[in-house]
């Protein structure tokens, strides 16, 4: 089982900073990609950024200004940081993980979701 805590959340004024963390614990073989991913009220859960086992990281092109993924591999975590925050952000952040199980088999696993609010 694999299970993952989201920290950070909260409200933010417009043009703040925020951190998110997100820390993957469980039993598995591997880790082989991290990420957050976005829901706003009444649309679709979005990419915001992800990071590979590799240290290569993807952004949606609209934020990648903005963002920046980090991760500790030896700690499991993975960290989002987000700056000039605009209450477009408005929304539940969502931890994702990718590992590979001790039966060498894929499997995606998520978060329960941080609510980020940035008020208009």
């Known amino acids: 089982q694999v299970q993952l805590a989201e920290s950070g959340g909260g409200l933010v004024q417009p043009g703040g900073s925020l951190i998110l963390s997100c820390a993957v614990s469980?039993?598995?073989?591997?880790?082989?990609?991290m990420g957050w991913y976005r829901q706003a009220p009444g649309k679709q859960r979005e990419l915001v950024a992800t990071?590979?086992?590799?240290?290569?990281?993807n952004y949606a092109d609209s934020e990648k200004d903005r963002i920046a993924i980090s991760r500790d591999k030896a700690k499991n975590t993975v960290n989002l940081q987000m700056n000039s925050l605009k209450p477009e952000d408005t929304a539940v952040y969502y931890c994702n993980t990718v590992v590979t199980g001790w039966n060498f088999r894929s499997g995606d696993y998520w978060g329960q979701g941080t609510q980020v609010t940035v008020p208009s």
């Open positions: 990071i590979t086992r590799g240290g290569s990281t």
């Open positions: 469980g039993s598995f073989y591997r880790i082989n990609a």
